[in-house]
């Protein structure tokens, strides 16, 4: 089992950055495929980007490719988005999630833990 620690969320300026981190427990860390998801006001939950259990591959979603870019440290069991340029259509609550298998899934369904999410507010 994993649990999910998520933090750096905050009100920003559009333009302006922020940097989300999640800290996992656990001894397995590197097993899992790492991912963001994110729930915008009135809006379902939505695939942000994923890393694979070594960091060497990721995969972002339309939205948010070049501006945001996902890692992970798997000495320090966390996993990192660092959002760049950021819009109000990117306000939402961010959740990182923990997949078992391999691959970079962008199914929220594939992630079988979850933390309990922080906030990410742009003003305009």
């Known amino acids: 089992q994993v649990q999910l620690a998520e933090s750096g969320g905050g009100l920003v300026q559009a333009g302006g950055s922020l940097r989300l981190s999640c800290t996992a427990s656990?001894?397995?860390?590197?097993?899992?495929?790492m991912g963001w998801f994110r729930q915008g006001p009135g809006k379902e939950r939505e695939f942000v980007a994923a890393v694979s259990r070594s960091g060497g591959s990721t995969y972002y979603s339309g939205p948010v490719k070049g501006r945001f870019t996902i890692s992970r440290d798997n000495a320090n069991n966390t996993v990192l988005l660092q959002m760049n340029s950021l819009k109000p259509e990117d306000t939402a609550v961010y959740y990182c999630?923990?997949?078992?298998?391999?691959?970079?899934?962008?199914?929220?369904?594939?992630?079988?833990?979850w933390g309990q999410g922080t906030q990410v507010t742009v003003s305009s």
């Open positions: 656990g001894r397995t860390f590197n097993t899992y495929c």
């Open positions: 999630a923990a997949d078992p298998t391999p691959g970079l899934d962008t199914l929220s369904h594939k992630y079988h833990y």
